[in-house]
């Protein structure tokens, strides 16, 4: 599967952005998608992953609250919707792949994913 990230962009403290995982290739529902984001001078960390249904999801403790992970396997994406943005949140957002193993459990680490998209940037200003 090849996944494209896009939707980032410039934001107020406080505001919101939405963005989007398409995937192209075939049986994006039997992946898992997780979101990993990369701050300047800092390393890759775990934002949010969904299973293959929809049905179980989880968050980075630094975002819980403000951020909602979604996706349409009709329509071949994922989103993250991004609420109450802070400055913190600037950083290089990328969405990974992993083929399902259907046990329900979420995958929370970028070791697990087998497949990345190119990046967004997110700036939030302050």
């Known amino acids: 599967v090849q996944l494209q990230a896009s939707g980032g962009g410039l934001v107020q403290a406080g505001g919101s952005l939405r963005l989007s995982c398409s995937a192209s290739g075939r049986s994006f529902a039997s992946y898992a998608i997780g979101w990993f984001r990369q701050a300047p001078g800092k390393e890759r960390e775990f934002v949010s992953a969904?299973?293959?249904?929809?049905?179980?999801?989880s968050y980075a403790d630094s975002v819980k609250g403000r951020f909602t992970i979604s996706r349409d396997n009709a329509k071949n994406t994922a989103y993250l919707q991004m609420n109450s943005l802070k400055f913190e949140d600037t950083a290089v957002y990328y969405c990974?792949?992993?083929?399902?193993?259907?046990?329900?459990?979420?995958?929370?680490?970028?070791?697990?994913?087998?497949?990345w998209g190119q990046g967004t940037l997110v700036t939030v200003s302050s």
């Open positions: 969904i299973i293959w249904s929809g049905t179980s999801k």
């Open positions: 990974a792949g992993k083929p399902e193993d259907y046990s329900g459990h979420v995958f929370n680490t970028e070791d697990e994913y087998d497949y």
